[in-house]
């Protein structure tokens, strides 16, 4: 069991945020381990390219978000890669987080198939000292533990969670098709009437 005190950071593009995400991070603030539970959306990640805009993709996590939000006080937004300049390294939000809850546990929630490539970060030893990882597998799925730095703390669960990806979604408002039930309502209609993904 995590320390009290713990704090679960959650980062990534959300391009758009969708039912899988929601269901994770409703499932990790049901289990009662985080003191608080920050989601970060990235500013410019620097392994991926985004097809939204910064302020959209903020816009759409907080409206996905709003609900959860009015029932948890362990809930948290952070605007910290959004309103920063250049690429978004986890190691900087990391420190940042780590001088705003100093004494505090810091968990990284990390997907396993983002883990698995965790040896690509930038300014690994400093993340290795600063935060612990919290492994999110599928059922049945196994981590090639043989790739993970041995000064990385992590700790694996296994969340039944939906089979759901953002370039899924991304790919059928592009060809116009069905994609409503796969997002929050409200965030459906954000990329509706905004046009985002080119939706009509």
């Known amino acids: 069991m995590i320390a009290t005190k713990s704090i679960a950071l959650f980062g990534g593009s959300f391009d758009p945020i969708h039912n899988g995400h929601l269901f994770l991070i409703e499932e990790l603030i049901n289990s009662g381990r985080f003191e608080k539970f920050i989601v970060i959306p990235a500013g410019a990640p620097w392994q ?118 953002s370039t899924q979604i991304r790919k059928l408002v592009g060809e116009s098709k069905p994609f409503e039930s796969l997002v929050p309502l409200g965030v459906a209609s954000y990329i509706k009437s905004h046009g985002i993904y080119a939706a009509a």
């Open 48 to 165: 991926k390219s985004v097809a939204a805009s910064s302020a959209d993709r903020l816009a759409m996590v907080e409206i996905a978000l709003k609900d959860v939000m009015s029932q948890s006080n362990e809930l948290e937004i952070s605007r910290f890669e959004i309103d920063g300049s250049g690429p978004s390294y986890a190691f900087e939000s990391i420190e940042y987080f780590r001088s705003q809850n100093p004494g505090d546990h810091l968990v990284w929630i990390i997907g396993s198939d983002a883990f698995a490539k965790i040896d690509s970060w930038k300014e690994l030893e400093k993340l290795a000292q600063s935060v612990e990882f919290l492994v999110i597998n599928r059922p049945h799925q196994k981590i090639d533990i043989t790739r993970i730095p041995s000064s990385i703390t992590f700790s694996q669960i296994e969340i039944d969670a939906i089979d759901l990806s």
